[in-house]
């Protein structure tokens, strides 16, 4: 769960109990660099790209990205967010979060989108982004970077980019975040 998910929990429902770190932050980084290495090398660079960060767990991981892929090629890349909240199949049984804006600074119609994302569990989530893409227009591509896949799929959909593939029991959490990845348990707060 990432960071504001944690602060908004209800008491009766449980918060993220973190038991063991699985990715140091210097980790995090390695990986991210690799993964920015991939999208350049897949991509034979980054004209026509647009980084796209899921509210809110991928947003931060987006903003990385897209400082590594302009070191690496020397130019800017564009860089926004997508909330699906509206798009999912499950929209009764999550919260609904009033400050995780869609910000996409520019027309997607013909770019290569790199949805980025800090965990893909049942794959539901990157459906409904997939939706909401289309929404602004027909890319020429999208592809999946995220930084964990615990697997668990309930769709079809693979990431193209994957920063640790990190086998998971379902009752376990992940909390993924740029100062490390822990994987843990859900707690009361009573």
């Given at each position: ?151 668990h799929r309930e769709i079809p959909i693979r990431p193209d ?30």
């Open positions: 769960m990432a960071e504001r998910e944690r602060r908004l929990a209800h008491p009766t429902r449980g918060t993220f109990v973190p038991k063991s770190e699985v990715l140091t932050a210097g980790d995090v980084h390695r990986a991210l660099v690799r993964l920015a290495h991939e999208v350049v090398e897949r991509n034979r660079g980054v004209d026509d790209l647009l980084v796209v960060g899921l509210q809110t767990g991928g947003v931060p991981f987006a903003h990385r990205l897209a400082l590594l892929l302009e070191e690496i090629s020397q130019k800017a890349v564009p860089v926004g967010s997508l909330d699906v909240a509206f798009y999912r199949d499950d929209i009764g049984l999550r919260p609904v979060l009033p400050e995780a804006p869609t910000s996409i600074p520019v027309e997607t119609t013909g770019l290569t989108i790199i949805l980025v994302d800090d965990v893909i569990f049942t794959g539901r989530t990157i459906r409904a982004a997939l939706n909401a893409l289309s929404d602004y227009g027909r890319a020429r591509a999208v592809q999946l970077a995220v930084m964990i896949d615990r697997g980019f994957v920063g640790k593939n990190l086998p998971t029991r379902r009752d376990e959490l992940v909390d993924a975040t740029l100062d490390g990845v822990w994987l843990g348990t859900k707690g009361t707060d009573r």
